[in-house]
């Protein structure tokens, strides 16, 4: 219940996150034409990137007949168990001591991606599971070497039931990576896994044609909106929104200082409106005096500039060309006119950490749309 008083502003304090699950579904949905006849199978480690794993596989599941989800951790796996009760999934960081009896409560697919691992797994299996092997083809992180490769038995090789690798430069289309972790991964499973099935494709890779689709593709951050092939247009819908009440708005006499360690000095009088959001909340800091916050006012997108370092709990702007700023008027700060891309773009980062820093912050008030 909202509380104010009749013939007063009315005044929130909170930021609200909105997650639109049918943009997602509907992203979901288009990249599964794009990597036809393949497979898809949706990421959801990190929490969804931080938007609710829970939700997120439900929804897939129940309006896109998702049946393959990926995960990093057991604990992960566990949690979205419920939601899935007919899909596989795949638990990226594999299988240990501390896990293994999730993987076999919840039927998890461990990703082994060592030979330490797969020692443990030969010693520890779990009845009808045949786990994937990670393979190494250039990124240079889990996964089998050749060499290690070499020293695998046949009894070994019949372990798994799916090879996977993951590419370095997917990004970038002409990247000469590309087609050198193409060719060490046709190599490999024609050498050592020429009947199962494999998965050497994230999101960008989706993008780089039938070849590097395999017969499973692991969709994640374009699925959530994120340009993964910036080489081309963003094919994907927006997926979240983020917008902060405006708590105080006042003047800005010329020469005055703004915010922490006075970054900001006024040149010309303003009009100044602090808002409450922060990095504590998940803005980046580095978004101060750079950023952006969008007021809509007659249907126009006002834009404001964030000015003096973005502090724990308060971002300031300059709302001097913002007609009729109230106290209580809510700033846009991601929306589908102002994406997670531009804001990373603007912050210095990439959009995977805008997204998984916003969303896992419990401060947000947040709202799943889905009709």
């Known amino acids: 219940m909202k509380f104010f008083t009749r013939g007063e502003s009315q005044i929130f304090t909170q930021p609200r996150l909105k997650i639109d699950l049918n943009n997602l579904i509907d992203n979901y949905k288009t990249l ?131 090879v996977l690798s993951h590419l370095a430069c997917a990004d970038e289309k002409d990247h000469f990576m590309n087609a050198h972790q193409l060719e060490n991964f046709k190599a490999i499973r024609s050498k050592y896994f020429p009947e199962i099935p494999a998965t050497l494709s994230a999101s960008d890779g989706a993008f780089l044609g039938e070849d590097f689709c395999c017969d499973m593709v692991r969709l994640g951050a374009a699925m959530y909106g994120i340009n993964t092939a910036p ?36 040149a010309q009088k303003r009009k100044i409106a602090i808002v409450s959001i922060g990095y504590g909340d998940g803005m980046p800091r580095s978004l101060s005096n750079v950023g952006k916050v969008f007021f809509k006012k007659k249907d126009k997108m006002c834009e404001a500039r964030i000015i003096g370092r973005v502090s724990m709990d308060n971002i300031i702007c300059d709302v001097t060309d913002v007609p009729d700023l109230q106290t209580g008027d809510f700033g846009a700060l991601i929306f589908s006119e102002y994406t997670l891309d531009d804001i990373a773009r603007d912050a210095g980062t990439i959009s995977y950490e805008i997204v998984s820093r916003l969303g896992k912050n419990t401060r947000f008030d947040r709202e799943y749309l889905l009709k």
């Not at 990137?49 to 599941?61: H, W």
């Not at 461990?110 to 779990?126: Q, T």
């Not at 080489?231 to 927006?238: C, E, F, I, S, W």
């Open 32 to 162: 599964c034409k794009i990597i036809a006849p393949a497979t898809p199978s949706a990421v959801v480690k990190d929490d969804s990137y931080g938007l609710g794993a829970f939700e997120v596989a439900k929804a897939l599941y129940e309006r896109a007949d998702c049946r393959n989800f990926w995960v990093a951790h057991a604990l992960e796996g566990a949690r979205i168990a419920e939601a899935v009760p007919e899909a596989d999934i795949y638990v990226l960081q594999g299988i240990g001591a501390d896990s293994r009896d999730l993987f076999e409560e919840y039927h998890l697919i461990p990703v082994i991606g060592s030979p330490a691992m797969l020692a443990f797994w030969k010693k520890n299996p779990i009845e009808g599971i045949k786990p994937v092997i990670q393979v190494e083809t250039g990124l240079n992180r889990l996964g089998f070497r050749p060499e290690e490769l070499k020293k695998l038995s046949k009894k070994d090789l019949q372990t798994f039931g799916m």
């Open 231 to 266: 080489y081309r247009l963003n094919q994907m819908k927006n997926v979240i929104t983020v917008e902060a009440p405006v708590l105080q708005i006042a003047d800005l006499a010329k020469g005055e200082f703004v915010g922490y360690s006075a970054t900001y000095r006024a």
